[in-house]
Nanobody, 121 residues
Framework: VQLQESGGDSVQAGGSLRLSCAVV?????????LGWFRQAPGKRREGVAT???????YYADSIRDRFTISQDNARKSVFLQMTSLKSDDSATYYC???????????????WGQGTQVTVSS
């Protein structure tokens, strides 16, 4: 599986961004679960949101009601709409896929290169 993120930028607190991830190659087993993780300097990578083939979504508590994950009908792209951004949202955001399906934030094994989001207060 090959994933390519885009859309990262520098914004002020309270602003919005939309991240995109292109599924360049699905590999042998496809992409049953697509998701977004993020990692800030000095911190562990953490799950942000996931979406399965049926469109069921799962969100981290820290971003619930501010971020929305979506996908196109062909599942060739997954998006993360981020609103009301805070400085704590600054991180490198990674697109990822879990071959076995969505089980909260577990089982993710394929990763994109990441896109940087910086939120200034």
């Amino acid at each position: 599986v090959q994933l390519q993120e885009s859309g990262g930028d520098s914004v002020q607190a309270g602003g919005s961004l939309r991240l995109s991830c292109a599924v360049v190659s699905e590999g042998t087993f496809g992409t049953k679960c697509l998701g977004w993780f993020r990692q800030a300097p000095g911190k562990r990578r953490e799950g942000v949101a996931t979406i399965d083939k049926a469109g069921n979504t799962y969100y981290a508590d820290s971003i619930r009601d501010r971020f929305t994950i979506s996908q196109d009908n062909a599942r060739k792209s997954v998006f993360l709409q981020m609103t009301s951004l805070k400085s704590d949202d600054s991180a490198t955001y990674y697109c990822t896929t879990a071959l076995a399906g969505c089980v909260r934030f577990g089982g993710f094994s394929e990763w994109g290169q990441g896109t940087q989001v910086t939120v200034s207060s």
